[in-house]
């Protein structure tokens, strides 16, 4: 990357004191423009459609102002120029579903729930190229929407960060990690559920978290009797509902009693086309959250342990402990894992097609479920659906955003400047948004160098 003055006028303006010229009277103050111009990259804007070939992206104080191709962008006199040629330029990710606060290295537990963790955290998303981290359901107290408020503020750096507080579950029935279980609210009855509801409401909560779902029968479901109350009760508070599911028939209902949204695909079967045309009908969005699921179908450590991102951010230990958890894996197992699996991805391949509202949901922050990085694993796993890189890229950038309703997500005039810069074209091979060669957030560069070594 290479920065240059687009005039030598202004070069030299800026150069020497304003103010005395030769014959003593006043310079003219030539205009120094303010904006910075990133020009000869390929252009992904997030839209879904072809990328731009030696696309030009303008930037103003943090917002982008033109985005085109190198004819069609006039690039205003005195506009600092960036030099991308040979690089791609997209959207920074918006996932819609991960956790803050548990994992510090090697340890997942409540403990780690401080502000400093989290900052960290909202650092790794960002060091990767993820500009919006929503947590999902499990921000115990005030803390999540301090931070949020502070990087609204423009006082903190990092992922922004947006939370849905905590979810609804019967009592002690929430999150499946023991550690963040207590984080749920828990209801017995119709009456706690309503109160529940109201206390979320009360809150910045960006949505509402439910969980349906018994753990293999080892807790109790949160079952149509409160989840139709308490979706009714939000929906009056002008709070949209996104339930973490794992059964269809579940899905089936939880989509008649007006859910806005899903955390997961159905996990115990295809879901099948009356499903997929409900959940069509009624415009819920779904995250199709494929990492976490795909790590059954394997007997053997996966390429994505080995690729070198992840050893940036991530210490060795912690990718030992990944390393380990295939090793006692029988060929049994990971079979029926990758029946499984495929059964998910078939699933998607299915929304997809019927034109489902899909949006991007990696469920990061989960032990040894990597934030930052599975994302970029979690985009490969939806190309593996037989969803598009463009595509692929769309959910995950300008269809987050518009659900979450967040300025980012896409390359267009009035959108904060939220982007990275890729060593390669992620049109040629998804895995290619794992080649970064800078990240900006509101038009800054982040210190991506700087984070590491803290690391
Ligand atoms: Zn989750």
Redesign the pocket.
């Known amino acids: 990357m290479s920065i240059r003055q687009i005039t030598a006028v202004v070069a030299l303006t800026v150069g020497i004191p304003l103010g005395v010229t030769a014959c003593g009277a006043p310079a003219p103050e030539e205009p120094v423009s303010t904006v910075v111009a990133y020009e000869g990259a390929t252009v992904i804007t997030g839209d879904g459609g072809p990328p731009l070939g030696g696309g030009v992206l303008l930037v103003d104080a943090g917002v982008i102002q033109e985005v085109g191709l190198a004819a069609n962008v006039a690039i205003p006199e005195g506009a600092t120029v960036v030099d991308l040629t040979g690089k791609t330029v997209m959207p920074t990710l918006v996932d819609l ?3 803050v606060g548990f994992v510090d290295d090697l340890s997942f537990d409540n403990a780690n729930y401080t502000r400093e963790t989290i900052v960290d955290q909202l650092n790794r998303y960002a060091y990767h190229g993820v500009g919006v981290i929503v947590s ?3 921000d115990p107290g005030e803390l999540a929407f301090t931070i949020k408020a502070d990087q609204e503020a423009g006082t903190l750096g990092g992922a922004r960060l947006h939370t849905a507080f905590r979810g609804i579950a019967r009592p002690d029935a929430g ?2 990690a023991p550690t963040m279980r207590s984080t749920a609210l828990g209801a017995a009855t119709e009456e706690e559920a309503i109160a529940v509801v109201d206390e979320i409401a009360a809150t910045d909560a960006d949505f509402l978290k439910i969980w349906v779902d018994d753990r293999g029968g080892s807790v109790d479901k949160l079952g149509p009797d409160l989840y139709r109350p308490i979706i009714e009760a939000a929906h009056a508070h002008d709070l949209r509902v996104i339930a ?1 599911i794992f059964n269809a028939e579940d899905a089936r209902d939880l989509v008649d009693a007006g859910v806005d949204g899903f ?2 695909l159905a996990r115990d079967v295809e879901m099948d086309d009356e499903l997929v045309a409900a959940i069509v009908e009624h415009d819920v969005f779904v995250m199709p ?1 494929l990492a ?1 699921s795909e790590r059954g179908r394997n007997a053997d450590p996966p390429a994505w342990v080995d690729h070198p991102l992840l050893a940036e951010s991530v210490s060795p230990e912690v990718i030992g402990r990944i390393r380990e958890s295939y090793v006692s894996r029988t060929p049994e197992a990971a079979a029926a894992g990758s029946e499984s699996f495929a059964m998910m991805l078939r699933s998607l391949k299915k929304l997809s097609d019927a034109g489902a509202r899909l949006v991007f ?1 990696a ?1 990061t ?2 032990q040894d479920h990597i934030q930052g990085y599975m994302e970029h694993h979690e985009l490969a796993l939806i190309v593996e659906a037989g969803i598009s890189p463009a595509k692929a890229i769309q959910i995950a950038t300008s269809a987050s955003a518009e659900v979450l309703g967040v300025n980012t997500g896409l390359l267009a005039p009035g959108k904060r400047a939220d982007f990275l810069v890729l060593d390669a074209n992620p049109m040629y091979g998804i895995e290619n948004t794992r080649q970064i060669a800078a990240v900006y957030l509101g038009g800054e560069a982040l210190d991506r160098e700087g984070l590491r070594a803290a690391w």
């Open positions: 579903h991960g956790h999902l359901g499990t999150p499946g973490h955390a997961h959250n976490v949901g469920d922050g989960i």
